[in-house]
């Protein structure tokens, strides 16, 4: 029986389609063909919550996708012996007991703590130790695509490429370095929005004219993204717009900055629209796997780019190397190492803010987000350099038609469900983290967004639209390296909790 995969596959390559839309984009059929797969409403489930949930045949079909009913199982002994001869990166591995041990000699002399591993040996050590578990992230996703959709699996991938800088940032909430935190929350949303789609754009692009992206996705995308950047204007421009008279001078007793009300205040209009953040993003991620219609659950758009399709038609008829049960042990076993080791990065980078001087913005807003990519960084270059050696000797593949534009979909995830969930992690460890971001970041975030739905609206891309985004992401480098801060927000961020820790060291010493 023909899947509803490949009946979208067939009729997207059907001649009379090819013949008629010429120099369009593959997949955008008669209006009549979108209106009966999407639009068509489920008679049996008139009511809106009832949309929300795939029908019980979705369900049956996840679950006899997931366990692969009818198809051959993947042992145990082979799922290991594919994930150990996965990459080359894999000998990375050995690089992770180094780093635990550099780490804990570090802590435990206390006296000379760089008396047998120095901090910059213990960071090299860690960076290289979080390559190996960064390329196991992503064959586990790759992995789980096999069991669970085109689209659950770039989820799943999605997750697991933010895990680095989502324990980064949970690291320095329990540290209470919530300036810092606020920086680098900033920083990893610009990594992604600019730096790394704009690189894959253009390597991507080098030999066609354009790539593609998915239309439905990258609509959704635009709103997604506006929406996580205004939820962070509006702190901003509230405490912008608060008369402040004599409270704007620091010697004064009602000095803004010390005063406990908008303190309060800037907490609890952060909580809630975290709050509001979090449903939006559930709410959107329902929709993209679950769109109105009759049974689409974890079904393919017919509107998507036919790259894309015969991509989704592989996952369902190919042959993982992985068992699912294998896989999702080695993701839980690769995030406790990722968690671990990224802790010991952060703590052996710190010797670069203290001695080399750089300003904490800078440390924050550009140099703590390339550091917990430096990983993924390893993996590209490595890629690419297979690449190159693959072309000269002739083995050169077609260009791909698909812009890899993951990456935006990383920013998303972490403005609309990671920083709000930072939010309300800190609510409940007593911590103030707040969504009242730094003016400066909040315009360099503004301009982002700004540059990448404007790049990405027509859902087509080049590499001179890619080079733009780079070239983007340098200038503010540039800029934030002259950048001190802003005093108040700093300030504001401090609470007597965080203060009233601090003060023990002080007396102690």
Request: aromatic residues 10%; contains cysteine.
């Amino acid at each position: 029986m023909e899947s509803s995969t490949e009946k979208m596959v067939r009729r997207n390559t059907r001649p009379s389609d090819e013949e008629e839309n010429v120099g369009t984009a593959p997949g955008r059929h008669e209006e009549s063909d979108e209106q009966t797969h999407e639009e068509r409403p489920r008679s049996q489930s008139p009511d809106f919550l009832k949309t929300l949930l795939p029908t019980p045949e979705g369900l049956g079909r996840f679950k006899d996708r997931f366990l692969r009913k009818g198809k051959r199982k993947i042992g145990t002994v082979e799922s290991l012996k594919n994930i150990a001869f996965s990459s080359w990166l894999n000998i990375f591995i050995v690089f992770i007991p180094v780093a635990w041990i550099a780490h804990f000699s570090n802590e435990n002399n206390e006296d000379n703590p760089q008396r047998v591993f120095s901090y910059p040996v213990t960071f090299v050590m860690s960076l290289l130790a979080i390559v190996p578990l960064e390329r196991l992230f992503d064959y586990g996703g790759e992995q789980m695509a096999f069991y669970c959709g085109k689209d659950l699996g770039d989820l799943i991938v999605v997750t697991l490429n933010n895990a680095v800088e989502a324990t980064l940032a949970i690291i320095l909430l329990t540290k209470c370095e919530l300036k810092l935190l606020q920086s680098t929350i900033i920083g990893v949303v610009i990594l992604h929005l600019l730096l790394v789609p704009g690189t894959a754009f253009i390597t991507g692009g080098a030999r066609v004219m354009h790539q593609e992206l998915h239309p439905h996705l990258t609509e959704l995308n635009h709103t997604l993204l506006t929406m996580g950047v205004l939820a962070v204007l509006l702190p901003a421009a509230f405490f912008a717009a608060l008369d402040r008279g004599e409270a704007a001078l620091p010697n004064s007793g009602s000095y803004i900055g010390n005063d406990p009300n908008i303190r309060t205040n800037i907490l609890q209009l952060s909580r809630g629209i975290a709050i509001i953040l979090l449903l939006v993003y559930i709410c959107s991620r329902i929709f993209l796997h679950n769109p109105p219609g009759d049974d689409n659950a974890a079904q393919p758009r017919p509107n998507a780019p036919l790259a894309l399709l015969h991509e989704e038609h592989h996952l369902l008829h190919g042959d993982p190397e992985v068992s699912q049960w294998v896989c999702i042990a080695m993701l839980v076993v690769t995030i406790a190492l990722m968690a671990a080791t990224a802790e010991w990065l952060v703590d052996s980078i710190e010797f670069v803010r203290e001695d080399e001087n750089i300003q904490e913005e800078w440390f924050g807003l550009i140099l703590l987000p390339i550091v917990s990519f430096a990983a993924d960084g390893i993996v590209a270059i490595g890629n690419f350099v297979l690449y190159v050696a693959r072309h000269i000797l002739g083995w050169r593949a077609p260009p791909s038609t698909l812009a890899k534009a993951t990456a935006i979909d990383l920013s998303i995830q972490f403005t609309l469900f990671w920083a709000p969930f930072i939010v309300l992690l800190g609510w409940w460890t007593n911590r103030p983290m707040s969504l009242l971001f730094d003016l400066y970041e909040v315009a360099v975030l503004l301009g982002s967004c700004f540059l990448v739905n404007y790049v990405t609206q027509d859902a087509k891309t080049n590499w001179v639209e890619g080079f733009a985004m780079v070239a983007f992401y340098f200038m503010i480098a540039v800029t934030t390296w002259f950048y001190r801060g802003q005093v108040e927000v700093e300030e504001l961020l401090q609470s007597a909790k965080c203060v009233l820790e601090a003060v023990p060291e002080g007396v102690a010493e």
